[in-house]
């Protein structure tokens, strides 16, 4: 141990490492990467002051058995970066990495529990789903893309209530969902799909996209509870609003022959738009989604069969073409009720 000069004890790097535990390597390797300050003796080896050398490697080997980076721990140790928030940057770090191997976990498992017909194919969807949050965030974009015309904030209401989270220790039926949702979405045809079925008929015509469709979605909350109660769809006054705010937005008014309209090209039965929600409303624990209050109002708007009938006479002495669906497949959870 040698005087520093100004009251304050040198010592060598061998005599530093034994009152630390660090290893001299290690010592070396701090210094030369500027974590820990040294001076040259006369003899021109590595010194250093006793006090502030040893607080600074017991800092450095707590903060290191913590996991957090050199880079992190030289922020801390320059006073760019208090310990609690090194601390609380490491914590949201090992956050995401934990969910990140959940989510492998998952898929892993899912490929084993996969039956042997089925296990190449599931493979492949999974394999191509392995990052949750870009899964998810491609899911966001789909739809930040079919509702341009929304604000931010109308967007991001949608995004929370229509679109899971990824949970924080997903099961396997919950990485296949999310897989095959992404899976979906990616399909570049839904898209005009989806679009058909928000817009519906001329949707040139329309005036306010975004103030059409929040129209229709206060429809659709008030549909929600008919749907999770199994209640058979109807032309009552859930549909007379859902047909009057899509008139509304093409400045015409609710008549047979509109009604018919709404129906023509309808992409309502497209069994990717069933396959979505019905996924959707699985990561949602079974929830009624807005996916299936559109499929019941589909549904009544169809009506029984010679309800049907009497559209597309409508259709046809106006020299239109129809496409209304028949045998209706229905979107409704549960059974219904009369």
């Not at 058995?65 to 050199?70: E, N, Q």
Request: glycine residues 10%.
């Amino acid at each position: 141990m040698l005087d520093g000069g100004s009251g304050s004890a040198m010592v060598s790097i061998g005599e530093l490492a034994r009152a630390t535990g660090v290893p001299v390597r290690t010592i070396r390797y701090y210094c030369d990467e500027g974590i820990v300050q040294a001076q040259r003796s006369a003899g021109g080896h590595r010194v250093f002051d006793a006090e502030s050398a040893t607080r600074q490697l017991v800092l450095v080997r707590r903060l290191r058995a913590l996991g957090l980076g050199l880079e992190a721990i030289v922020e801390v140790l320059r006073g760019q970066r208090s310990i609690a928030e090194a601390v609380a940057a490491e914590s949201v770090r090992l956050d995401l990495e934990l969910r990140t191997l959940a989510w492998r976990r998952a898929s892993l498992r899912a490929v084993e529990a996969a039956t042997p017909a089925e296990r190449e194919a599931r493979l492949g969807l999974l394999a191509a789903a392995q990052d949750g949050h870009a899964v998810r965030d491609c899911v966001v974009q789909f739809w930040r893309r079919m509702l341009s015309p929304l604000t931010p904030r109308d967007l991001d209401t949608f995004v929370c209530g229509n679109i899971p989270e990824l949970p924080a220790d997903p099961s396997v039926s919950d990485v296949v969902a999310y897989a095959e949702l992404a899976a979906l979405v990616g399909d570049a045809t839904l898209y005009g799909a989806v679009g058909r079925q928000l817009w519906r008929t001329r949707p040139e015509a329309i005036r306010d996209r975004r103030a059409l469709f929040l129209g229709v979605g206060e429809v659709l909350v008030d549909v929600l509870p008919l749907v999770a109660t199994g209640t058979r769809p109807d032309a009552g006054v859930q549909l007379d609003r859902f047909v009057d705010v899509h008139a509304g937005a093409r400045a015409e008014r609710d008549s047979p022959r509109f009604r018919a309209e709404l129906l023509v090209g309808a992409t309502d039965t497209d069994q990717r738009i069933h396959r979505y929600w019905t996924l959707t409303a699985q990561l949602f624990g079974g929830t009624a989604t807005v996916g299936h209050a559109h499929g019941w109002l589909f549904d009544a708007l169809c009506g029984p069969a010679a309800d049907r009938h009497e559209l597309e006479r409508v259709l046809y002495s106006g020299g239109v073409v129809p496409a209304i669906p028949q045998g209706v497949q229905r979107c409704t959870n549960g059974p219904t009720k009369t």
